[in-house]
């Protein structure tokens, strides 16, 4: 893409409306424009930026052998009346009444919607276990929006359903999920550490919520400071027992203020980390508490009705952006790690207009392209400075730049964003550097 043609309105001024460093990068970058209070549009850095997290969210699901649907927005208000969440679930659910004076509401999560599909779909026992998720646009209306994207009242969620036949089987789901969350966010470049949480409007007894660590993060916790070096297995057979990776994950304490457990916390001394973090996934197991109001019902191995053990698997795909950005920028701007980020290369022409930068940049820019590299390529007629400053603020992992007294001699610069480091090439090699 060259950025004389991209639609990427930048923003000298620091927007003074945006409280944390995520939000006022991603206004200054021009990834998203508010659209109204908590709701936003993407624009085409951003969106870049979200398709990637949603790849590698999508990739994990289905390595975990969970199937992808894609369910409406607009839900009828007799499902959530069956499961009793229509009242429970208060100002934050948008109603609305459709031409009919039929009650619908914009979904803030799909529990009634899936399990009114599988039990319509589902009938013996011998069609367990099952797992879909969706990825897909929620509301709720937030009596505080902040923070950009990472409290909106529009988002974008990964949610997933698993149905089981026992506790046991259930478990193993629930394990499931966890252990592919540990691996989803490893895959974005973020420490995410499951603790213990309450499960809220969702309901059930066992529930984690994903964490990073971050100044600006509106939770409170408390962990073990040794979760924060562990491994994440880079191996899994999904097929197999998963509870010893659990287990290690879950036998150190770590939980959010609502789940502060004093005598775990004192017991463990001077490892225990008290910050704040924020909460990029979160799994319940909830039994049956769906499939008992709403009669979701398998014919068990002894012919007997059996009600669905179920749990939901939510990661926030739109808030990771934000996340993504907590944890990794610096005074300049951004700082992508290369699986997200919207470009993998800068390509700066320091000289446009300059017949031979601009040959030798574009020649590169096709080489690159006829690659598969994903390249920004700034060929605006500006002096420098500002291509520096934005090529910094925006982040991409590397840049490569070409101004006239290397490439007397063939040379180009190519500067890793997140070390600084720069490096002198031959013009000539570059294709092959960032190739496959
Ligand atoms: C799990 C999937 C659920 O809704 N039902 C289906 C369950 N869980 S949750 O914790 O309420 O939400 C899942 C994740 O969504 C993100 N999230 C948000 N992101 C941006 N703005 C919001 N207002 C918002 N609310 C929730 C979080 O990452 C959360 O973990």
Known sequence: MRLSRFFMPTLKETPSEAQIVSHRLMLRAGMIRQASAGIYSWLPLGYRVLKKIERIVREEQDIAGSQEVLMPTIQSADLWRESERYDAYGPEMLRITDRHDREMLYGPTAEEQITDIFRGSIRSYKD??????????????????????????????????????TKDDARRSYNRMFVSYLRTFQRMGLKAVPMQAESGPIGGDMSHEFIILADTGETKVQCHKDLLGF???????????????????????????????????????????????????????????????????????????????????????????????????????????????????????????????DTACDDLYSQLRKAGVEVLYDDRALRAGPKFADMDLIGLPWQVVIGPRGLANGIAEVKNRKTGEKEEMPVTGIADRFAG
Request: aromatic letters at 10%; a negative charge; charged letters at 25%.
């Open 128 to 165: 367990l276990p099952q797992m879909l998720y969706q990825i897909h646009w929620k509301f709720r209306d937030e009596i505080r929006p902040r923070f950009g994207i990472m409290r909106g009242r529009e988002f974008l969620m990964k949610d997933g359903y698993s149905f089981d036949l």
């Open 231 to 357: 491994d994440v297995p880079d191996d899994v057979d999904y097929q197999g027992d998963l509870q010893p990776v659990v287990d290690k994950w879950t036998s150190l304490y770590a939980a959010t203020d609502e789940k502060y457990d004093e005598v775990r916390a004192a017991q463990i001394g001077d490892a225990l980390v008290t910050a704040r973090g924020i909460e990029v996934g979160h799994i319940f197991y909830f039994g049956t508490k769906y499939s008992q109001s709403m009669n979701a019902v398998v014919n068990g191995p002894d012919g007997e009705g059996v009600p669905l053990e179920m749990g939901s698997y939510g990661i926030g795909v739109s808030r990771l952006v934000g996340g993504i950005i907590e944890s990794s920028h610096d005074e300049n701007g951004i700082i992508w790690p290369e699986s997200v980020a919207p470009f993998t290369v800068g390509l700066i022409n320091l000289k446009s207009g300059d017949d031979a930068c």
